[in-house]
């Protein structure tokens, strides 16, 4: 069969390579994809938003089956352009996608349907916002309602940082109409767990576990990125939080979603945090992610187009997923000065190194062949290091000794990813 993926970073990567490890699969292509992708996909001058052209392109070219990596055209609405040319598309429709789409939505339905959650409030105007603040408990968190590159949530200490939270979203609109409305969400400390899931409108199936590390400086210091590092599983995720999530977090979501007629069909990745009080949900993504997808996909032993088309079809009560009993870390090599400035084009060398029977992955963020055969950085992250080991010491261990064969000029990573496994 034939697949398109589309997408262009390292979880579309991830994703291309375990469908090529499909054997029903002869043929992938990926819009826009990247240089890596190029190694199991042809990659096609399509961008993920333009909709029409992407549902031409895989009738045109007799696609069986369509991927969506990334959260913005599942937000607008592809998986409906697909569905109504007749095309078989994975992921959420636009009525289902909202629950990444909108912060506010997401928060009325836990409310609404009783899962675990911080205490919130939304505004849409300025003035109720600032009024709010003025007597309410600090820390706070503001969030933006809409998408903004997972940097639209501003954790604020003081009122003044607060009221500065709501000039920079809600009327300087640094992240564009994303601002227009905000929630006001009780600060929670604990540690964060990514959960990601298959479900088909009516079944759930979790994969393993995972953490990321979001802040771009060792000691979760500097400013949010889309993330620097993942392991996989997290041993912070025991049994008792599994057991809670899947009284109280997991199968309610994917029912809430279906009494309020918008079915999900597709990836529901659950931001946790664990709280004294127990595990709380931080947000929702309607999509795998990044850079998770690098530490979960190569310790699942699924044929992962079985299990995308047994979410189409309404048929995952059927189909057990399975991941190996080892571990995973992904140490992401990025640019130095990301997420800020950065300077692209430099030469990557060392890449000839990673041996996938060794259990060593590179999985491409940005990079692109400069001309000709030259390999060169084209992004603030350029690669997602992973290395699997018996267990998450190895992994580690193995995955910082392979961010030593890679060279490009302005290499940038975080020197502690997994760290705090050593606490275990
Ligand atoms: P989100 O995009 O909602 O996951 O937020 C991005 C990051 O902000 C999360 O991964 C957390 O580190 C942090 N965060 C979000 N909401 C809260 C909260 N209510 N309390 C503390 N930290 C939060
Ligand atoms: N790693 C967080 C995300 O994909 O949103």
Known sequence: MK??????????????????????????????????????AECVNIGAMEFDKLAAFAKENQVDLTVIGMDDP??????????????????????????????????????????????????????????YLETADMPI????????????VLICNTREEAREGVKTLM????????????????????????????????????????????????GDTGLNTGGMGTFSPSPFYTPEVDAFCKEHIYQ????????????????????????????RVLEYNARFGDPETQVVLPRMKNDIVDVFEA?????????ELEFEDNAAVCVVLASQGYPVKYDKGFAIKGLENFKEKDGYYVFHAGTKFDGGKNLVTNGGRVLGVTAVGKDLKEARSNAYAATEWVEFENKYMRHDIGKAIDNC
């Open 3 to 40: 697949v398109l993926i589309v997408g262009s970073g390292g979880r579309e990567h991830a994703i291309a390579w375990k469908v090529a490890q499909s054997p029903r699969v002869d043929k992938i292509y990926c819009a826009p994809g990247n240089a890596g992708i190029a190694e199991y």
């Open 74 to 131: 599942l937000v607008g609405g592809v998986v409906d352009v697909f569905e109504a040319q007749g095309l078989r598309v994975f992921g959420p429709r636009k009525n289902a996608a909202i629950l990444e789409g909108s912060k506010a939505f997401s928060k009325d339905l836990m409310k609404k349907y009783g899962i675990p959650t911080a205490a919130y409030e939304t505004f849409n105007s300025p003035e109720a916002a600032l009024e």
């Open 141 to 152: 968190v503001l969030k933006a309602d809409g998408l903004a590159l997972g940097k639209g």
């Open 171 to 218: 009327l300087d609109k640094q992240f564009g109409s994303a601002g227009d409305r905000i929630v006001v969400e009780e600060f929670m400390t604990g540690r964060e767990v990514s959960v990601l899931s298959f479900v088909d409108g009516n079944t759930i199936k979790i994969m393993t576990s995972a953490q990321d590390h979001k802040r771009a400086g060792d």
């Open 252 to 279: 309610k979501t994917v029912d809430a979603m279906k009494a309020e007629g918008r079915a999900f069909q597709g990836i529901i990745f659950f931001g946790l945090m664990l709280t004294e009080k127990g595990p």
């Open 311 to 319: 979410c189409i079809d309404g048929r995952l009560d059927q189909t």
